[in-house]
């Protein structure tokens, strides 16, 4: 909690470096670079007494929330190492244990007084305009009132820093924003793209396995043909099918040589394989090409017809069917006089 005293453990834990068999998390997207936080940064000593100090307070500029904050007080002060406020806000934080041991009753006591005096609307005023006299006007503000609260002379040191938001993100003291919908939709392009690589990898060293072949082996799509294709599950060696060629490198000069020369992709199977649940027809494209198809369900596959192997023509067999029902039709109307005829 941003408004409670922290404890030495929980400096340690925030300042603390990964340890090696930890993986430091990754850097978050910046979203722009403008720091949307402002570090308060402070020491206090004293000028005659056995009390010192400091404290870091972190907050939202726009709506001045404190996002983190930390008061340390030690008493008796015995002329510890006082912290630097030139540093940068997680070093300051680190070294304020080095001023003393922790006295909480009275660092509560004084942690009071600069929630009073650190407002909601000072922060944001502070935020919109953080030049040393700004910040050394504060400074004597809240001297002043530790030492009406702790009877003791302080001399203070102060110091304002802007913070980035990854930067507190990597501390985990605030979580990240939810990326837009922009974002949402490359990270999920990205995934699909790394899902079908990671598919088409796996398929290719399936389609090496046990074979051959040296050459060069190349990925293909089926070409559909629901009205007049061959099922799948009946494609034999030697027949003549259509494919779809995909990828660069190969592929591409591939498809770029049938594109210019107008040659359709038929090419004759040359062997089936089945492995893993999955059907690899290999289509010969030249000696040193071969295509694969990988099929995963029955599907009909445009063949190209050969001589000897002539399908029946559609149309001609409908007309010799529609011309059977007519003359069908014509007999059982000729049958019905009939009977009328003799029998009523």
């Known amino acids: 909690m941003p408004d409670e005293l922290l404890s030495v453990n929980d ?32 020491t206090f000593t004293p000028s005659r007494g056995d009390m010192g100090g400091g404290f870091c307070v972190i907050f939202e500029g726009k709506t001045g929330r404190t996002v983190f904050q930390i008061f340390w007080l030690a ?11 030139g540093k940068d806000w997680r070093n300051f934080v680190k070294s304020l244990p080095s001023m003393g041991p922790l006295d909480k009753d009275w660092g509560e006591k004084l942690q009071a007084d600069l929630k009073e005096i650190l407002t ?20 004597s503000m809240y001297r002043r009132t530790f030492e009406a609260t702790a009877q003791c002379v302080f001399t203070a040191s102060t110091e304002a820093e802007p913070v980035a938001r990854h930067e507190l993100e990597r ?13 949402q939709a490359r990270i999920q392009r990205e995934k699909e793209e790394k899902e079908k690589a990671e598919r088409e990898e796996r398929e290719r060293e399936e389609a090496k396995k046990e074979g ?20 799948s599950s009946e494609i ?9 060629i995909e990828g660069e490198g190969t592929s591409a000069l591939v498809t770029k040589y049938l594109e ?10 040359d062997e089936i394989r089945e492995t893993q649940g999955k059907k690899f027809l290999y289509v010969k494209i030249s000696d040193e090409i071969r295509g694969y198809v990988a099929i995963t369900k029955d599907i009909k596959i445009r063949v190209k017809e050969q001589e ?32 009328r005829y003799f029998f009523l």
């Open 11 to 42: 400096v340690k834990k925030l300042t603390e470096a990964p340890k090696n068999n930890e993986t430091p998390p990754a850097e978050p997207i910046k979203k722009h670079d403008d720091p949307e936080f402002l570090a308060i940064k402070s």
């Open 75 to 85: 008493k008796p002060y015995a002329n510890g190492q006082i912290p630097e406020v």
């Open 120 to 139: 909601v609307e000072e922060k944001k005023k502070l935020f919109e305009n953080y030049t040393k006299v700004k910040i050394r006007q504060l400074e």
């Open 171 to 183: 501390a985990k003291i605030i979580k990240p924003l939810p990326p837009s919908p922009e974002e």
């Open 212 to 231: 051959n072949f040296e050459g060069t082996i190349i990925k293909c799509n089926p070409m559909v043909d629901p009205v007049r294709g061959k099922a």
């Open 236 to 244: 034999a060696p030697g027949d003549i099918i259509g494919v779809q």
């Open 260 to 269: 210019e020369n107008n040659i359709e992709p038929l090419f004759p199977v």
């Open 308 to 339: 000897g192997q002539a399908q029946p023509k559609q149309g001609a067999s409908f007309l010799g069917d529609l011309f059977f029902f007519g003359l069908l039709g014509v007999a059982l109307v000729a049958l019905l006089f009939v009977i």
